[in-house]
Structure formats: C-alpha cells, structure tokens
C-alpha cells in the first residue's frame, strides 16, 4: 500500500477557480513539503507545513495564493487559488519518516489550467 | 547548501553500468551528497546518499571523490526500469529544504 497517497492524481481546472489537492500519509510525521514542478523543469519548494502553526513559505509563494492547511500529523492540503495557465504544473508533496532516510514523495498532482 | 552540477543526459544499454557524474567543488564538509531520482510521471525516490565514504545499497553504489569536490552514482546493470532523471544534491545535514538542479536524464536502451 502507498506510503503518501496524493489526490486528485490530474486534473483540469478553468482560470479562475481554486484547485484543493490532499495529501495522506500512513504514519505520523512532523513536517510535511509542498513542492511544485512545473513542465520541463524541477522541483521548486513551496512550503513547508508543520502541524498546529501556520505554513512556512519560500520566496515567490505566498499564503494568498498557496493557502495551506495541516489539521493533523497524517494529513496536510495544499490550494491554488485563482488559478491561470501558469499555474499549470506538477504539484508534490514530500514527507520526512521517521527512521527513514531520504524525503518520501507522493505521486504528484498533475494540473492543467485551461 | 552548495549547488550541484550535472550533465543534461546520458544514454547507457541495458544491463551495463551507469555511471552519472555530479560536481560539487563548493561542497563544505557538513553537507551530504543526497541521490534521488524521478522515473515520469512519479514522485522522486530516494536511492542512496553519503558524506565522505563510498556507500553500496540495494539499488546503488556512490562514490566519492576524496576532496569531495564530485561524486559518481553507479547503477551496477541498467534495466529499462531504470530510465529516469537523477538528482544530485548536496544537503546540509539538519537542513530540511532541499535545492534540486535539473539532474540528468538518463536512457536505458535496449
């Protein structure tokens, strides 16, 4: 069974409207990452969401347009708001395991803004 | 955290060695040299990281320069399976954020 279950694996959305993408994990941890791929490029690191305090974001995203949320050391929600075409990406989200090493991905929101 | 370079692709045929280089001549001597790699459509996958020694796993071997100025990820027999970006990245060791470069494309051919 998946480590990190990610949903909606795809989807196509119309400018404007807001996209909530879920994040599951099958065992507590303390910091959840949202990243974002966009076509031909790497990964770009949103934020980082810890249980109980607000988000954590790099530079260039901020809360407005990434909200975030993180009800519980299991699960954590990732927004775009106010989508456009170029918010058309990969959308990841990554966790840190206990006594695992190595960061743990999800597979991905694939995100189309028509 | 020291940035990485990586050549753009490579190819390799099934069932020989792999070798992807990684240069990281500004590495300092807490950071990490991290591997992951991302096969299309999925998330990255961990495969194998170190600080000055080489280091064997199930999936890889890393070795190391000793200046560790650059390092080799060597996947001993390519399969098809493992057709791929690689990243290298180097990682400060309590530094949660990771830098990704665009990595390498590799094509195992058959």
């Known amino acids: 069974s998946a480590v990190i279950s990610q949903k909606p694996s795809r989807d196509i959305c119309q400018r404007g409207t807001s996209l909530t993408i879920q994040c599951q994990v099958d065992?507590?941890?303390?910091?959840m990452f949202w990243y974002r791929q966009q076509p031909g490029q790497s990964l770009t690191l949103i934020a980082t969401?810890?249980?109980?305090?607000?988000?954590?974001?790099e530079s260039g995203f901020v809360i407005d347009k990434f909200p975030i949320s993180r009800p519980n050391l299991t699960f954590s929600t990732l927004t775009v708001s106010n989508m456009s075409p170029e918010d058309s990406s990969i959308y990841l989200c990554?966790?840190?395991?206990?006594?695992?090493?190595?960061?743990?991905f999800g597979s991905g929101t694939r995100l189309t803004v028509v | 955290d020291a940035k990485t370079t990586q050549p753009p692709s490579m190819d390799c045929a099934e069932g020989r060695a792999a070798n992807l280089p990684c240069n990281h001549s500004?590495?300092?001597?807490?950071?990490?040299v991290y591997w992951y790699r991302q096969i299309h459509s999925q998330g990255p996958q961990y495969i194998i990281h170190?600080?000055?020694?080489?280091e064997t796993n199930e999936m890889a071997s890393l070795i190391i320069t000793e200046d560790r100025k650059s390092s080799t990820l060597i996947l001993p027999h390519a399969t098809l399976r493992d057709t791929a970006v690689y990243y290298c990245?180097?990682?400060?060791?309590?530094?949660?954020?990771?830098?990704w470069g665009l990595g390498t494309s590799l094509a195992v051919n058959p």
């Open positions: 990554s966790v840190d395991r206990s006594g695992v090493v190595g960061y743990t």
């Open positions: 065992s507590q941890v303390t910091m």
């Open positions: 969401a810890n249980q109980g305090s607000e988000a954590t974001y």
């Open positions: 500004t590495i300092s001597g807490n950071e990490y």
């Open positions: 170190g600080l000055k020694n080489n």
């Open positions: 990245i180097a990682v400060r060791g309590n530094n949660r954020k990771l830098i």
